[in-house]
């Protein structure tokens, strides 16, 4: 029986999951050209094209398809186990990839890496901020954060905030000058700040509830970004109201620097939470993140 290279299989799971030969090359440390080289000759030698490859784009045929879903399971499986090894030093080690939005890399993740960190000198975290919703599997990452409700449904997701809500907010001397609106409605003929989604490009339509039923209210105003960090900014200039969670809110609301309208309309939904792929076994590194971030109330 011809006996394969388990390298060549580490290379091709890179490959399918990553989706380019560009990206898995400078993950393995290999050139492009090497890396396409090694897939043909594993495509020859099992005698069936694993890769389809355009000028653009690399995707997995059937036959790919099949042998990721059981390779690329057992080497996570492989992975995991040698990871586990760290267990018999006195601290977890290793690199773990974090996907998140750029709120909750400042409201939660920061404070939480900055207590964590010195604990785990072994461990080193890495954070990408991005604000769409990106295949963390796809990207290379590790885990991911976002709001609960847009977790996808084949991933382990774990709390790591309260719930939260949307206030709007805008400066005292905002609503000295242009009064206050009594009711979602009223936001129509006040300055807002819009928000625009960096993943589809549309505009954030204000969500309020109203006697049990949804309201969301498309506001005008001379200002739209796509980050929360200068809406905030120009809320607190008093140049408008802006509508933003509770969590980046709440030391201005605390301090005065802001003020909040409409919070009968405003009702809690699921927080934010750390997710992952179903597959993962985790290593004592990443178990240790986890349990740091882990929301339990109170």
């Not at 290379?11 to 399918?16: G, L, R």
């Not at 954030?204 to 209210?217: I, K, R």
């Amino acid at each position: 029986m011809e006996r394969h290279d388990l390298s060549d299989f580490v290379a091709f799971v890179t490959i399918a999951r990553l989706r380019s030969f560009t990206r898995a090359a400078a993950q393995l440390g290999v050139t492009p050209s090497a890396l396409s080289h090694r897939m043909k000759a594993l495509e020859a030698r099992l005698g069936i094209r694993l890769l389809n490859r355009t000028t653009r784009s690399v995707s997995p045929t059937e036959a790919g398809e099949r042998l990721l879903g059981s390779v690329g399971a057992k080497l996570d499986g492989i992975e995991a186990d040698i990871a586990q090894l760290a267990e018999l030093r006195d601290r977890p080690a290793g690199n773990i990839r974090v996907n998140s939005d750029e709120l909750a890399a400042h409201k939660i993740l920061w404070p939480m890496l900055r207590d964590f960190l010195p604990r785990f000198p072994d461990i080193n975290v890495e954070v990408t901020i991005d604000n769409g919703f990106t295949d963390i599997v796809a990207s290379g990452a590790d885990a991911g954060v976002r709001l609960g409700g847009v977790v996808e449904k084949d991933m382990i997701g774990v709390a790591i905030s309260p719930p939260l809500r949307m206030l709007a907010v805008a400066a005292p001397a905002y609503f000295a000058k242009h009064g206050r609106p009594r009711t979602p409605r009223d936001l129509v003929d006040h300055a807002c700040l819009n928000y625009r989604f960096t993943s589809n490009g549309g505009i954030y339509a204000w969500e309020f509830e109203e006697q049990g039923q949804a309201l969301d209210v498309r506001v005008g105003g001379q200002l739209i970004f796509n980050s929360i960090f200068p809406i905030m900014q120009a809320a607190l200039d008093g140049a408008g109201i802006g509508c933003v969670l509770d969590i980046h809110a709440a030391e201005h609301l605390e301090s005065g620097g802001l003020e909040a309208v409409l919070e009968d309309y405003s009702l809690p939904f699921e927080g934010y939470q750390l997710y992952y792929p179903s597959r993962r076994q985790p290593t004592p590194a990443f178990s240790e993140f986890v349990k740091a971030l882990h929301y339990r109330g109170g």
